[in-house]
């Protein structure tokens, strides 16, 4: 039995389903009872916890062979960094006390450095207290998420412009959620390894200017690419809404992009998804 949480979001869907396919047993964690009844449709058990709630997950988690889980982003929060360790510490916490036998956490490319990669700082430490707590750790390093372009297209369609924050020309390890989820499922088959970390791309690094070249191909028209520094990116993510310590923590992000600290130090797994299919996909 392997228990995955996120199942109501990208990559948890894409491991539950993956397991299922693959004729694996599957628990899937959902905080309302109601979200769960598709997948019990499916043929999984449902456990009703909040990743916060330490006793709910451990039972959820408690007999299990594997669990997927994941931190995620706390934007509201006054400190998103703090919150994002304290939910990791309790999910961390749940998972030793289960006595689960190996965990697959889904980090993020940069997750080594202790500073200066904006939220991704959160999984860094995050990491940690997985590795404190469990047995086995694969902590499963993905790169920048192909579908974040999704929250752009609405533009591209309009107004025929990419916006984004990284330099045209800067390659960068990009990957879907469909690679994470299907590389994810099958690290859980394969069993606990020890401590291991496993970096993950897709077919190519990707540029913008890549980006907005498919796009072009895509919807047939040109797609002009504007580029702006990272230095804007805080001003324009609290112009949306975004609350503020969330868009500063982006902003040092896209800062930590153009320097460099966003890149794996070793060759990465390599998905199949590629830019193009993954941008077809999201424009429907």
Same mark, same amino acid.
């Given at each position: ?62 007999? @299990? *062979?594997?669990?997927? /889980? !994941?931190?995620? =982003? $706390?934007?509201?929060?006054?400190? %998103?960094? +703090?919150?994002? &360790? ?37 999984l860094h430490r995050a990491e940690a207290s997985f590795r404190a707590a469990s047995p086995a ?45 299907? @590389? *994810?499922?099958?690290? /859980? !088959?394969?069993? =606990? $390894?020890?401590?291991?970390?496993? %970096?993950? +791309?897709?077919? &190519? ?15 047939g028209r040109p797609i002009a690419l504007a580029a702006a520094p990272p230095e804007a990116a805080?001003?324009a993510f609290t112009g949306m809404g975004m609350p503020q310590p969330m868009a500063a923590l ?35």
């Amino acid at each position: 039995m392997y228990a995955v949480a996120g199942v109501t979001g990208n990559t948890g869907a894409v491991v539950a389903r993956t397991l299922l396919e693959r004729g694996a047993p599957v628990r899937v964690i959902v905080r309302d009872a109601a979200r769960g009844a598709p997948w019990r449709e499916r043929g999984a058990e449902v456990a009703v916890a909040d990743l916060g709630d330490e006793a709910a997950l451990t039972e959820a988690l408690r007999g @299990v *062979a594997g669990a997927y /889980l !994941l931190v995620p =982003p $706390q934007v509201g929060a006054a400190d %998103p960094v +703090a919150a994002g &360790v304290a939910l990791a510490e309790v999910a961390a916490r749940a998972a030793a006390a289960a006595e689960v036998p190996h965990v697959v956490l889904l980090s993020s490319v940069g997750a080594e450095h202790p500073a200066g990669t904006g939220p991704v700082v959160a999984l860094h430490r995050a990491e940690a207290s997985f590795r404190a707590a469990s047995p086995a750790l694969t902590a499963l390093r993905a790169g920048y998420f192909l579908e974040n372009y999704g929250a752009v297209l609405q533009v591209v369609r309009t107004d025929g412009v990419l916006p984004t924050f990284i330099a045209a020309d800067q390659a960068v390890p990009t990957v879907s959620v469909r690679d994470i989820g299907r @590389v *994810a499922a099958e690290l /859980l !088959l394969e069993g =606990p $390894q020890g401590d291991r970390v496993v %970096p993950l +791309a897709g077919p &190519v690094d990707a540029t913008p200017q890549d980006a907005a070249g498919a796009l072009t191909a895509l919807l047939g028209r040109p797609i002009a690419l504007a580029a702006a520094p990272p230095e804007a990116a805080e001003g324009a993510f609290t112009g949306m809404g975004m609350p503020q310590p969330m868009a500063a923590l982006y902003g040092e992000l896209y800062q930590g992009i153009a320097a460099g600290r966003l890149s794996f130090p070793e060759a990465p797994r390599r998905g199949v998804v590629g830019l193009q299919d993954g941008l077809r996909a999201l424009l429907g």
